[in-house]
């Protein structure tokens, strides 16, 4: 299964999220492979400095189970085209702040011309779980026109510090949080 994350926008969490989950998946016991595919090699340095088990840069011939592509944020590049052609699942990684959201919308756009059929879901990162915002998550996703996976990513100091220390600087509900997630993205 490949699992590209994209957002057209820069700083959505595409690069935090795909080490992290990537993380969670080699946790619950798959083998998998990550595909960087944005120039600046923020994933691949962090996987050459944590070397997560069971996580590697995926090599080709190698039978994963899973692949997650990071994707940089220019969506007309091609790297990103060739990620949505590869995948088998697209996650977009948004705020939910509205002015995030309707940049997102580019984005939802893209996958839906080019891959009509593509099995695509918004990815909420950075929820302030307090506020009045993250009370209402699918009406906002239903305004961009993408179902919302049912789990979200709250706003963590950790998961910064994770970027650093690796999957170890995560705390069990932390862990949690992102296995949830990784276990949803699997099975929609
Ligand atoms: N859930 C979160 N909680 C706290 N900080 C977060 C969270 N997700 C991402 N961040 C922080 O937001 C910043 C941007 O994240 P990241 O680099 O993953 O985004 P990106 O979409 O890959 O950006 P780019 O488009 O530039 O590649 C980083 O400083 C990261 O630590
Ligand atoms: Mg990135």
Redesign the pocket.
């Known amino acids: 299964m490949v699992i590209a994350f994209c957002?057209g926008k820069?700083?959505?969490?595409?690069?935090?999220l795909s080490v992290l989950l990537g993380c969670a998946l080699a946790d619950a016991g798959r083998r998998v492979g990550l595909v960087d595919r944005?120039p600046?090699r923020?994933a691949t340095r962090w996987m050459q400095h944590n070397q997560p088990v069971g996580f590697e840069l995926a090599v080709d011939g190698v039978d994963y189970g899973a692949v997650i592509i990071d994707t940089?944020?220019r969506l007309e590049s091609p790297e990103v085209q060739r990620s949505l052609a590869e995948a088998d699942k697209v996650v977009l990684?948004s705020s939910p702040s509205p002015a995030d959201l309707w940049t997102s919308q580019d984005t939802v756009q893209v996958i839906r011309q080019h891959h009509p059929k593509q099995k695509a879901a918004l990815l909420f990162?950075?929820v302030q779980k307090q506020t009045l915002l993250a009370r209402d998550l699918d009406p906002l996703a239903e305004r961009i026109g993408l179902p919302a996976l049912r789990h979200s990513?709250?706003?963590?100091?950790s998961?910064?510090h994770a970027?650093l220390l690796g999957w170890k600087a995560l705390d069990a509900g932390a862990r949690e949080e992102i296995l949830q997630v990784a276990l949803e993205i699997i099975t929609f």
């Not at 990513?153 to 100091?157: H, I, L, N």
């Open positions: 957002n820069g700083g959505a969490g595409k690069t935090t944005d600046q923020t940089p944020p990684v990162n950075q990513v709250s706003r963590r100091q998961y910064q970027m």
